[in-house]
């Protein structure tokens, strides 16, 4: 079984629009959680950390559910420029990432 | 500050062949994450070094190797190469001690193998 897992999607989705991912893992003692942004043909970059209480960072918000072991994004207002690959990513006890197939996303105009 | 950078970035060997891919971490980072990404899929990762030694390893056979030097920059080593081997691979480093622990990428080393 994967450590992390995610739906890859495409989601397609309007300008505008509000968009949710969604990712579970497997070891209960992960450690800590990511999500990455993946353009194509390009390195991921750090999106944003996520913590138990949850939290925002502008149109996005991450939660985490640890009874779950249950992760979430959420875009609000979805941009162009939002069309990427969003990875889900958990580290384990020897501080190692994971990271999930990731998730497709397209802003249509 | 400076970045993550990996070389070369795009390389074409044969079956059978060697290959070594080179890391520079990020300023201020000690350790050095290794990831294979093949198309559609999420980056796997093949190993970490830390104080140059190797610190966790993931489902990948013994021909992938890899070492880490004084400055902290890293190589990967992948011996009789495979079709399958031909990939994206991605070099991140990091901060192992007190503090927030984030990986940073470089630009990947884009490998086919024919």
């Known amino acids: 079984r994967k450590e992390v897992e995610q739906d890859p999607g495409p989601f397609n989705v309007p300008e505008g629009a509000t968009v949710a991912f969604n990712c579970t893992y497997s070891?209960?003692?992960?450690?800590?959680f990511f999500w990455y942004r993946q353009d194509c043909r390009k390195e991921p970059k750090l999106l944003m950390s996520?913590?138990?209480s949850g939290n925002e960072d502008g149109r996005f918000t991450a939660q985490l559910n640890r009874a779950s072991q249950y992760i979430s994004l959420l875009i609000r207002d979805s941009k162009l420029s939002d069309s990427a690959t969003y990875l889900c990513v958990g580290t384990n006890t020897g501080n190692q990432f994971y990271f999930g197939t990731g998730t497709s996303l397209t802003v249509i105009p | 500050e400076t970045g993550v950078t990996q070389s070369p970035t795009h390389l074409i060997k044969t079956r059978g062949q060697q290959v070594t891919l080179r890391c520079s971490s990020q300023?201020?980072?000690?350790?050095v994450s290794w990831y294979q990404q093949a198309l559609g899929q999420g980056p796997q990762f093949i190993f970490q070094?830390?104080?140059?030694?190797?610190?966790g390893r993931g489902n990948f056979p013994p021909r992938f190797s890899g070492l880490q030097f004084p400055n902290y920059s890293s190589e990967l080593n992948v011996n009789a190469l495979e079709l399958d081997d031909s990939a994206l691979y991605l070099c991140?480093?990091?901060?192992?001690?007190?503090?927030?622990?984030?990986?940073?990428f470089g630009a990947g080393s884009r490998l086919t193998v024919l």
């Open positions: 070094y830390y104080r140059e030694e190797e610190n």
């Open positions: 996520v913590y138990s």
């Open positions: 300023s201020g980072h000690n350790t």
């Open positions: 991140a480093s990091s901060w192992t001690g007190a503090g927030a622990n984030v990986l940073t």
């Open positions: 070891n209960s003692a992960s450690q800590s």
